[in-house]
C-alpha cells in the first residue's frame, strides 16, 4: 500500500489462528484472532491501530515480534521474513524489535531493581559489560527523565508513570529501530499520559525510532500517529493519513469510533451526532460470512452479507473495506435504491 518504497515492515497476508476444542464427540474450530492482514509500516513513521477491544490489535503486534506465532502469512523487516525465521535468526533480530506493554507493573519483574531490569538486554546482546552497562543504564534512565539515583530500588517503589518510564528504557536499552507500544497509556492517570506521549515522540525524533502504537484511545492516536489503521474481527478495514480519516472516514464503523471521540468545544460537542453501534462484536470463532461488519452496519444491503470486500484505494492513500464505496462514490448515500437494511433490523450471521 506504500508508494514511497521505504517500507520498514510489511506484512503480507499474515494471519493468527488459535485452534480450540475437538476431542470425540465436538469439532476443533480455529479462533481467527488475526485474520489475513496486509500492511506497510514506513520508516520514522507512526502508525496508528484502533478497534475494539478483541478486535485483534495487541495479537498483530505481538504476530510482527512472533512474542505470538503466526499461522500464516509473512512478516518482512527489511527484507527479511521474521514469520520465517529460526529461533537462532529472530533472536538476533530482536534487539532492532521491541516491545512496550500494557501494563507497566505486570511487565516489570517485581525482584529485580531497575538497574537489572534496564540493564538485562544490554547483558542478554553484549553490547556492555561490567561498569559500562550501568553507565548506559543511567543514561536510558535520564533520557526517559527518572533519576540515576533510581538505579537500585525495586519497580513497587515507583508510581504508574514512572514504571512506564523504566519499560520505555527497557525497550530502548538495545537501541531498537522498531517498537511497538500496546496500549501505552491506558493504565495511567490522565495527567500522566500526556507526559508518556510527548515522551515517546521526542524520543522518536532523537532515535529516528518507527512505532506501532496500538491503542483504543482515539484521541492520543490522533495526537502521535501520521497513519491510522482501523481494525475489527481480525481484519483491517481502513487505513488513512491521521488527520485524514478523523476528518473525513470512510467505513461505518470508523465514523462510529469517531464520533466518540470528545470536542473540546462544548458547542461543537453540543451538537455532534453520536453514532451508537448496536449488538457486540461476533465471535472470532464464527465470524458472519461476506463483510463481518454488516451485522451491526446500518448501511448494510443483502450484498454484504456474501462479498468479502477487500481493502481498496477509494481516495489517494485512503484505503477502505467497503463494497458501497468507490473512488466515483466514496461515501454511502441512504437512498441510493439499493434496499439498505434499516439499523434495527437483525441479520442472520450465519447466512
Known amino acids: 500500500m506504500s508508494e514511497n518504497g521505504n517500507n520498514l515492515i510489511t506484512l503480507d497476508g499474515l494471519e493468527v489462528y488459535y485452534r480450540i476444542g475437538g476431542g470425540l464427540f465436538r469439532e476443533a474450530k480455529n479462533v481467527k484472532a488475526v485474520d489475513g492482514v496486509s500492511l506497510d509500516i514506513r520508516k520514522g513513521e507512526t502508525l496508528g491501530l484502533v478497534g475494539e477491544s478483541g478486535c485483534g490489535k495487541s495479537t498483530l503486534g505481538k504476530a510482527i515480534l512472533r ?13 527479511k521474513d521474521l514469520a520465517h525465521l529460526p529461533q537462532k535468526a529472530m533472536r538476533e533480530q530482536r534487539k532492532h524489535l521491541q516491545m512496550i506493554f500494557q501494563d507497566p507493573y505486570a511487565s516489570l519483574n517485581p525482584r529485580m531493581t531497575v538497574g537489572n531490569i534496564i540493564g538485562e538486554p544490554i547483558r542478554t546482546f553484549g553490547l556492555a559489560n561490567g561498569k559500562s552497562v550501568n553507565e548506559k543504564v543511567e543514561s536510558l534512565m535520564e533520557t526517559v527523565g527518572l533519576s540515576r539515583r533510581f538505579i537500585k530500588r525495586y519497580p ?35 495527567s500522566i499520559q500526556a507526559q508518556i506521549m510527548n515522551l515517546m515522540e521526542r524520543l522518536q525524533a532523537e532515535k529516528n525510532l518507527t512505532y506501532l502504537f496500538i491503542s483504543h484511545d482515539l484521541r492520543a492516536v490522533r495526537h502521535l500517529s501520521d497513519r491510522v489503521a482501523v481494525m475489527y474481527l481480525g481484519k483491517i478495514v481502513e487505513l488513512a ?20 471521540v470528545p470536542v ?3 458547542d461543537i460537542e453540543a451538537t455532534r451526532e453520536r453514532i451508537i453501534l448496536t449488538g457486540d462484536v ?5 465470524p458472519p460470512s461476506g463483510c463481518h461488519f454488516h451485522t451491526r452496519c446500518a448501511f448494510a444491503i443483502e450484498e ?19 463494497i458501497r464505496i468507490n473512488p466515483e462514490h466514496p461515501h454511502i448515500e441512504h437512498n441510493d435504491g439499493m434496499g439498505a437494511i434499516g439499523a434495527g433490523e437483525k441479520i442472520d450471521s450465519s447466512s
Do not use: W
Open 282 to 286: 461476533p465471535s472470532p470463532i464464527n
Open 304 to 322: 454484504c452479507k456474501k462479498i468479502v470486500p477487500a481493502l481498496a484505494e477509494i481516495k489517494p492513500r485512503h484505503f477502505a473495506s467497503c
Open 67 to 79: 512474542l505470538t506465532e503466526p499461522t500464516g502469512g509473512r512478516v518482512l523487516y527489511n527484507g
Open 264 to 266: 473540546p468545544d462544548p
Open 156 to 190: 513497587h517503589e515507583f508510581s504508574g508513570g514512572q514504571r512506564q518510564r523504566i519499560g520505555i528504557a527497557r525497550a530502548l536499552a538495545v537501541d531498537p529501530e522498531f517498537i511497538v507500544a500496546d496500549e501505552p497509556i491506558s493504565a495511567l492517570d490522565v
Open 241 to 260: 493519513n491521521g488527520k485524514e480519516i478523523y476528518a473525513e472516514p470512510l467505513m461505518p464503523y470508523s465514523k462510529a469510533l469517531i464520533s466518540a
